[in-house]
């Protein structure tokens, strides 16, 4: 029996450092104790210069919505796992924005007590891009198939300039010369 508890510590040991996401292990203050070596090159600060610093002083986890991380150290602090919603950057040492998903977790020890936190990081800069490059197409085969009827194509328009969202995709790609171009082209 001893024997096999001392093999499965040595074991445990290492799984930290092999596993294939960003692994980053903080104390109850948020200082880091250790991070595996994807953490170190999505950071893009070593275990040695991360050490001991917070994570705030180390880099940034940033959300359109500042109020998400203020939510996310209140569910962690009640021991919940904090999942980062869709808007969540990580500010790297070099200053490089990167989208990321991931999670917070509490390490608790035998008493139940928080004792520290693990979080565990991914880089989803790459998904994130194609699903906006996805999104821009959609939209322009929404246009261009509305181009087949003036009233679709008026009332797709309308969307766009007049609602929350329209107004977001409308900003964010331009289609204003796109859309007059398709209403003259249909008069």
């Given at each position: 029996m001893q024997i096999a508890k001392k093999k499965i510590s040595n074991l445990l040991q290492f799984v930290p450092s092999s596993i294939g996401e960003a692994v980053i292990v903080t104390d109850l203050w948020t200082n880091v104790l250790f991070m595996n070596c994807i953490a170190e090159k999505l950071t893009g600060y070593s275990q040695t210069e991360a050490f001991g610093r917070?994570?705030?002083?180390?880099f940034g986890i940033i959300t359109k919505n500042t109020r998400e991380l203020t939510k996310a150290s209140e569910e962690v602090s009640?021991?919940?796992?904090?999942?980062?919603?869709?808007?969540?950057?990580?500010?790297?040492?070099?200053?490089?924005?990167?989208?990321?998903?991931?999670?917070?977790?509490?390490?608790?020890?035998?008493?139940d007590e928080i004792i520290g936190f693990v979080i565990i990081l991914y880089d989803v800069t790459e998904q994130r891009q194609l699903e906006k490059q996805l999104q821009h197409v959609s939209i322009q085969i929404a246009i261009l198939k509305a181009t087949n009827n003036?009233?679709?194509?008026?009332?797709?328009?309308k969307f766009l300039t007049t609602s929350d969202k329209g107004g977001e995709i409308f900003e964010q790609y331009g289609f204003m010369s796109f859309s007059e171009k398709l209403l003259d082209r249909q008069a």
């Open positions: 917070t994570i705030v002083e180390t009640n021991g919940a796992i904090y999942r980062f919603g869709d808007d969540t950057t990580l500010v790297t040492g070099s200053g490089e924005t990167l989208s990321i998903s991931g999670s917070i977790s509490p390490v608790m020890n035998e008493g003036k009233a679709e194509s008026e009332n797709f328009i």
